[in-house]
């Protein structure tokens, strides 16, 4: 168990719908981050919070949508889901916030997402 | 643009061998790198990580050299063990965001 823990494990929906990701970070520490898994595009950063604020964005769509909550629990809404959106989605958390240099992340175990 | 490439997708190596795994980067930039390892079903776990101002880091069976003139950076896996069949990927940390290349899958032969 990395401590990271990530509802729901598994999720099966339809196009159009959407869904919530929901992301507990390691106990202490402030920073959140959401990754997307698919076969052909790897490990893809979406978005980055720190206590409670974005602090970077990568390729995320502007279907989804992420917040940072003032328990430092994260959500990832994901909106007119699309067949393409079906992947593994991670959230990764580390204490600082990135811009030292060492910055190690701890990853959940993650959420698959189906979209039908 | 920056990116972080695998050299080989896939690498088959018998059990008790050693592994090396490459990576090569694009952003000359990046200060400080790191390797995972992701089993089937769980997600990527901490190996080893080195700074820029290194050039070799070693853990418990591992060692991971950067070469900075050619922007290139290995995993030495040593004595590979059938719990070593994973996915690695090496992680490059640039302006805040850690970028992962593709990964290459390890596959240990008993």
């Known amino acids: 168990d990395s401590g990271v823990t990530q509802t729901p494990k598994h999720l099966i929906t339809a196009t159009g719908q959407r869904v919530t990701l929901r992301c507990s970070p390691r106990?202490?520490?402030?920073?959140v981050y959401w990754y997307q898994q698919s076969l052909d595009q790897g490990l893809q950063f979406l978005i980055q919070?720190?206590?409670?604020?974005?602090?970077a964005k990568g390729n995320i769509l502007e279907r989804f949508s992420a917040q940072q909550f003032p328990d430092l629990h994260s959500e990832l809404n994901l909106s007119s889901l699309e067949l393409g959106d079906s992947a593994l989605y991670f959230c990764?958390?580390?204490?600082?916030?990135?811009?030292?240099?060492?910055?190690?992340?701890?990853f959940g175990a993650g959420s698959r997402l189906t979209v039908l | 643009g920056e990116s972080v490439g695998l050299h080989l997708p896939t690498l088959s190596v018998q059990e008790g061998d050693n592994s090396i795994i490459n990576c090569a980067y694009s952003?000359?930039?990046?200060?400080?790198f790191i390797w995972y390892k992701q089993e089937s079903g769980k997600g990527p776990q901490f190996i080893i990580d080195?700074?820029?101002?290194?050039d070799k880091s070693q853990g418990q069976r591992v060692t991971v050299l950067l070469n900075k003139t050619v922007k290139h950076l290995s995993l030495q896996i040593a004595a590979t063990q059938p719990g070593d069949s994973a996915v690695y990927f090496c992680?490059?940390?640039?302006?805040?965001?850690?970028?992962f290349g593709q990964g290459t899958e390890l596959s240990v032969k008993p």
């Open positions: 992680a490059e940390n640039s302006h805040i965001k850690l970028i």
């Open positions: 106990s202490g520490d402030l920073s």
């Open positions: 080195i700074r820029s101002n290194m």
């Open positions: 952003n000359s930039a990046s200060d400080y």
């Open positions: 919070y720190y206590n409670g604020e974005e602090r």
């Open positions: 990764a958390s580390s204490p600082g916030g990135g811009n030292s240099g060492a910055n190690v992340l701890t």
